[in-house]
């Protein structure tokens, strides 16, 4: 699988970056990467979303998948696309460090609330990921004027994908805690990973009822988005890396 | 004096300094329970009973974050009171109501954490083909057969213990338990782990009682369909308020009488 999956990266890197003069470059580039992942499922004979390697492409897919429809109608299109499709090839590249897992699920694992949970999960932090690179967008034009598109309207996207994002992350750890219950007889466990993920699902939280206040409205609600995308990268690969926990990818 | 505490839990002010607090605890423990071993056993006893067994040193942030959560609860609820009564008369009533059904599942959610740190159970054994095993509700499981699907290669694809239980020595069900499927009765579940087939076929079985799961599964359901109705409703009020801001701007740029 080593050589398709260089050659699918290489050319999905290729039409992204195309992606800013037409954007059925980026259309390309998405197919390609659904296209990908479908395949390598249908070897598999089942979701590839186990291991680093397989998550981070799927994490890359995904943004694309939501950063295409978001940007639809929006003043200069590309340009607002163009940071977005970078975060995806950013994913694409990391996904390259890690060796793909070949083997099949252990019987734990073979359930539809794993598959729904680690879906979810990556959904979910995928559109974070947009919000973070769209606050950033925020903040860099919003003084000079240079904005893609007015800066009101790219903070509203923000906090769009923020919400959808929140919702899948709700669901996410909803369908993990009947899974885990299933599984090991119990809904929450005491380790590093789980109080990750309950704080990364409070900073959110905190993001959507800060931004009720006027005084966290543009850029502070903008820094509180691209500070959560910094939790979200911990708690998926920091807590795993550098903490003992239940979640070894 | 009683004005003051109801207008502090009645902010939404309180709200996000509750919040940030609570998230600065759970950062700081999280880099606590790696490098203590006390927090291993934190799976095996209820939380309360773990928690009253452990040295405070280890545990300070855990009761700070518990008395953060309880003032948030209280905030919570006395928000949702206040919404619901302010705003009973007005037209968009599903938008004012969704949020309060968020809240209303998160509340179930800490009331079955509530629940499960009080009353859980864990035990974990090894049993072996007809081994049996009494349960903390009286009965007794038999285990009748331990099997295993291999393939070809030697991989493990499944495992199952086929049981009996018992009560005074009379049989009163059978089942069988795999993984993700336990089997349940009277509030306690059996979950198999794994199983071994040399020298005699056995398997680690692990008896669970969790008095917070249904609550829990209330709260998750009530959360995400308020979640779901207030997505829907939120990304549409969001649109007729780009669109307003949308026509802000090109005043701005336009200038007030322009009809581009």
């Given at each position: 699988m080593k050589d398709p999956l260089l050659i699918t990266a290489i050319l999905a890197v290729a039409f992204y970056v195309f992606g800013y003069y037409r954007m059925i470059f980026v259309w390309s580039g998405l197919l390609l990467q659904v296209a990908y992942l479908f395949l390598r499922g249908a070897h598999l004979g089942r979701l590839p979303i186990i291991g680093p390697h397989d998550t981070l492409f799927f994490m890359s897919a995904s943004?694309?998948?939501?950063?295409?429809?978001?940007?639809?109608?929006?003043?200069?299109?590309?340009?607002?696309?163009?940071?977005?499709?970078?975060?995806?090839?950013?994913?694409?590249f990391l996904s390259l460090l890690y060796k793909p897992h070949n083997t099949p699920l252990p019987p734990v694992l073979k359930t539809f609330w794993?598959?729904?949970?680690?879906?979810?999960?990556?959904?979910?932090?995928?559109?974070?990921?947009?919000?973070?690179?769209?606050?950033?967008?925020?903040?860099?034009?919003?003084?000079?004027?240079?904005?893609?598109?007015?800066?009101?309207?790219?903070?509203?996207?923000?906090?769009?994908?923020?919400?959808?994002?929140?919702?899948?992350?709700?669901?996410?750890?909803?369908?993990?805690?009947?899974?885990?219950?299933l599984a090991w007889g119990t809904y929450w466990l005491w380790t590093p990973k789980e109080l990750w993920t309950v704080i990364l699902w409070l900073?959110?939280?905190l993001y959507l009822h800060a931004r009720l206040r006027q005084w966290w409205t543009g850029t502070p609600s903008a820094v509180l988005g691209i500070v959560g995308f910094i939790i979200v990268m911990f708690t998926y690969l920091g807590v795993s890396l550098f903490m003992k926990s239940s979640h070894t990818f | 004096m009683l004005k003051k505490v109801l207008s502090f839990f009645l902010s939404l002010r309180t709200a996000i300094g509750l919040l940030f607090a609570l998230i600065f605890f759970l950062f700081f423990g999280s880099f606590v329970m790696p490098l203590r071993e006390e927090f291993q056993a934190l799976h095996a006893v209820p939380l309360f009973q773990w928690l009253a067994e452990s040295p405070f040193s280890i545990t300070w942030w855990l009761w700070v974050?518990?008395?953060?959560?309880?003032?948030?609860?209280?905030?919570?609820?006395?928000?949702?009171?206040?919404?619901?009564?302010?705003?009973?008369?007005?037209?968009?009533?599903?938008?004012?109501?969704?949020?309060?059904?968020?809240?209303?599942?998160?509340?179930?959610?800490?009331?079955?954490?509530?629940?499960?740190?009080?009353?859980?159970?864990?035990?974990?054994?090894?049993?072996?083909?007809?081994?049996?095993?009494?349960?903390?509700?009286?009965?007794?499981?038999?285990?009748?057969?331990?099997?295993?699907?291999?393939?070809?290669?030697?991989?493990?694809?499944?495992?199952?213990?086929?049981?009996?239980?018992?009560?005074?020595?009379?049989?009163?069900?059978?089942?069988?338990?795999?993984?993700?499927?336990?089997?349940?009765?009277?509030?306690?579940?059996?979950y198999i782990k794994t199983v071994r087939f040399e020298p005699y076929p056995s398997a680690i079985i692990e008896v669970s009682r969790e008095p917070g799961a249904p609550w829990a599964l209330a709260g998750g359901i009530l959360f995400l369909a308020g979640m779901t109705t207030l997505l829907i409703l939120k990304i549409r009020r969001e649109e007729i308020l780009e669109k307003d801001s949308g026509g802000r701007v090109k005043e701005e740029i336009n200038g007030p009488n322009s009809t581009s």
């Amino acid at each position: 699988m080593k050589d398709p999956l260089l050659i699918t990266a290489i050319l999905a890197v290729a039409f992204y970056v195309f992606g800013y003069y037409r954007m059925i470059f980026v259309w390309s580039g998405l197919l390609l990467q659904v296209a990908y992942l479908f395949l390598r499922g249908a070897h598999l004979g089942r979701l590839p979303i186990i291991g680093p390697h397989d998550t981070l492409f799927f994490m890359s897919a995904s943004t694309m998948l939501f950063a295409v429809p978001m940007t639809l109608g929006l003043k200069d299109r590309q340009r607002t696309l163009f940071p977005l499709t970078g975060l995806a090839v950013f994913f694409i590249f990391l996904s390259l460090l890690y060796k793909p897992h070949n083997t099949p699920l252990p019987p734990v694992l073979k359930t539809f609330w794993f598959e729904a949970h680690v879906a979810l999960s990556f959904f979910s932090y995928a559109l974070f990921g947009i919000a973070a690179v769209l606050g950033a967008l925020y903040i860099l034009n919003k003084d000079t004027g240079g904005s893609v598109s007015p800066p009101a309207i790219i903070e509203s996207l923000q906090y769009k994908a923020i919400l959808v994002g929140y919702c899948f992350f709700s669901a996410a750890m909803v369908f993990g805690g009947i899974w885990a219950y299933l599984a090991w007889g119990t809904y929450w466990l005491w380790t590093p990973k789980e109080l990750w993920t309950v704080i990364l699902w409070l900073f959110y939280s905190l993001y959507l009822h800060a931004r009720l206040r006027q005084w966290w409205t543009g850029t502070p609600s903008a820094v509180l988005g691209i500070v959560g995308f910094i939790i979200v990268m911990f708690t998926y690969l920091g807590v795993s890396l550098f903490m003992k926990s239940s979640h070894t990818f | 004096m009683l004005k003051k505490v109801l207008s502090f839990f009645l902010s939404l002010r309180t709200a996000i300094g509750l919040l940030f607090a609570l998230i600065f605890f759970l950062f700081f423990g999280s880099f606590v329970m790696p490098l203590r071993e006390e927090f291993q056993a934190l799976h095996a006893v209820p939380l309360f009973q773990w928690l009253a067994e452990s040295p405070f040193s280890i545990t300070w942030w855990l009761w700070v974050s518990l008395a953060i959560l309880s003032l948030l609860t209280v905030n919570t609820l006395l928000c949702s009171l206040e919404s619901v009564i302010k705003k009973r008369g007005a037209r968009q009533w599903l938008l004012i109501l969704s949020p309060q059904v968020i809240h209303a599942g998160f509340l179930f959610i800490l009331l079955a954490h509530l629940l499960s740190s009080y009353g859980s159970f864990k035990g974990t054994t090894a049993v072996y083909k007809g081994s049996m095993l009494p349960l903390p509700n009286g009965l007794t499981v038999l285990f009748d057969e331990i099997r295993a699907d291999v393939d070809q290669s030697g991989y493990v694809l499944n495992w199952a213990a086929d049981i009996r239980y018992f009560k005074d020595g009379v049989q009163i069900s059978g089942d069988s338990v795999l993984p993700n499927a336990p089997s349940f009765m009277n509030g306690f579940g059996i979950y198999i782990k794994t199983v071994r087939f040399e020298p005699y076929p056995s398997a680690i079985i692990e008896v669970s009682r969790e008095p917070g799961a249904p609550w829990a599964l209330a709260g998750g359901i009530l959360f995400l369909a308020g979640m779901t109705t207030l997505l829907i409703l939120k990304i549409r009020r969001e649109e007729i308020l780009e669109k307003d801001s949308g026509g802000r701007v090109k005043e701005e740029i336009n200038g007030p009488n322009s009809t581009s």
